[in-house]
């Protein structure tokens, strides 16, 4: 604020789960066999998602900040010592040899351009929700709060590769805002936008924008998959 700043271009969301108290439930929704056993892992996620955010709602007294949804290649967040995979076996019930299986098939030989980003959200459309969940109930308290900042959600769909993946979690993300801010009662204006940083994306960019509020550009992954 004091050098002028306007607001937060990248909000990641992944290195929220690194803590000791998340990563056990973020490795157990990870683990997951059944849309229940990841939703109730993901139940656990939301409270501190939600807290984080309203956090940096107040932090930013009104200015904008684009919050990318979750992108990691999912072999990062596993456990690799004995120990812990033991423990990620105890509390799911499973054995020992069972989460070594999980985690033996999240390994990635190219995680770049493998099962991540928007593409983790198609696979499992209950973290886009548990995720939009946290930032629209965030987002509502801080401006009940403070009626006088002019908040407007940005959110992020991270690594579209073509315009049929970004409609897909996009109609997830408006169905679940829609249906919080209905709950509340309140008027929330809100954009669903995404990052171009895949070559594809940038070559049917004129289709992506049709369904995209914004476009955020990631030059680093552009140029590394170039």
């Known amino acids: 604020h004091e050098l002028g700043a306007q607001g937060i271009g990248l909000c990641r969301t992944e290195h929220m789960f690194l803590e000791e108290d998340r990563i056990a439930a973020f490795r157990e929704m990870i683990c997951a066999d059944t849309v229940e056993e990841r939703e109730a892992a993901l139940d656990k996620i939301l409270p501190y998602q939600q807290t984080d ?16 949804y979750l992108d990691p290649p999912l072999h990062e967040f596993v456990p ?9 076996a105890d509390a799911q019930g499973k054995s020992v040899e069972r989460i070594k299986e999980i985690i033996a098939s999240l390994h ?18 209950e973290i886009a929700k548990m995720q939009t969940k946290a930032v629209i109930r965030a987002a509502i308290n801080v401006k009940k709060n ?22 897909y979690v996009k109609n997830v ?36 924008a049709k369904e995209a509020e914004f476009f955020s550009f990631g030059t680093n992954d552009l140029t590394q998959m170039t």
């Open 53 to 68: 955010f309203e956090n940096m709602y107040e932090a930013l007294e009104g200015d904008s900040m684009v919050v990318r």
């Open 80 to 88: 690799t010592e004995e120990a812990d995979i033991k423990k990620l």
């Open 108 to 125: 990635e030989f190219n995680p770049m351009m493998g099962h991540r980003g928007c593409r983790l959200a198609v696979t499992y459309p």
């Open 146 to 167: 403070h009626p006088n900042w002019n908040i407007v959600p940005e959110i992020m769909i991270p690594l579209t590769g073509e315009v049929k993946e970004l409609k």
């Open 173 to 208: 993300v408006v169905a679940t805002a829609d249906e919080e801010i209905k709950a509340a009662g309140v008027e929330m204006k809100y954009q669903v936008g995404t990052m171009i940083e895949i070559p594809r994306a940038a070559l049917t960019a004129d289709e992506i």
